[in-house]
């Protein structure tokens, strides 16, 4: 397929937000210093390196799937090309959890032990709670498509 210029510009767009909100986010994790008995952040060095990283990675992984969309192949490799853009999905998705966790971690290590149980404790549930709303979404975006392409919705 073929992109038009207006289609090029909003990758462009698409690919540069979400670089630079994922890079945003890790920095301003790893920025964090103290979270008891007062918020302090401190930029540093590993501010730096972590947005820099992540952002090239956020680029990179959006950068090859709107490539691997766009690209006109023949009908026999596109089951290869499906399977390694999935498989680049995986490792990108797998990783931003990763520097998620590991930026977490390292805010946190500034919370005594009694209270660190109550913290862990409370992200567990907000982790619950968010892939719940999730999974509504999921399921009320798959109806409401369903319902738009005249198929009856699927019932479980």
């Given at each position: 397929?073929?992109?038009t210029?207006?289609?090029?510009?909003f990758?462009?767009?698409v690919e540069?937000?979400?670089?630079?909100?994922?890079?945003?986010?890790?920095?301003?994790l790893v920025?964090?210093?103290?979270v008891?008995?007062s918020?302090?952040?401190q930029?540093n060095?590993?501010v730096?390196?972590?947005?820099?990283?992540?952002a090239a990675?956020?680029w990179l992984?959006?950068h090859?799937?709107?490539?691997?969309?766009t690209t006109d192949?023949p009908a026999e490799?596109?089951?290869n090309?499906?399977r390694?853009?999935?498989?680049w999905?995986i490792i990108?998705?797998?990783?931003?959890?990763?520097e998620?966790?590991?930026?977490?971690?390292h805010?946190?290590?500034?919370?005594p032990?009694?209270k660190?149980?109550?913290?862990?404790e409370g992200?567990l549930?907000?982790?619950?709670v968010l892939?719940?709303?999730?999974?509504?979404?999921?399921?009320?975006?798959?109806?409401?498509g369903?319902?738009?392409?005249?198929?009856?919705?699927?019932?479980?």
């Open positions: 397929m073929k992109l210029k207006n289609d090029r510009d990758v462009r767009v540069f937000a979400t670089a630079l909100s994922l890079a945003l986010m890790t920095g301003f920025s964090i210093k103290h008891n008995p918020l302090e952040f930029f060095a590993w730096v390196i972590s947005f820099l990283i992540s990675i956020a992984a959006c090859l799937f709107f490539r691997s969309i192949v490799s596109s089951l090309r499906k390694l853009l999935l498989r999905v990108f998705c797998a990783g931003i959890f990763l998620t966790l590991l930026a977490v971690a805010s946190l290590r500034g919370i032990s009694e660190l149980r109550e913290v862990i992200a549930w907000a982790v619950l892939s719940l709303t999730a999974a509504l979404f999921w399921r009320l975006t798959r109806f409401f369903a319902e738009e392409s005249g198929n009856p919705p699927h019932q479980p």
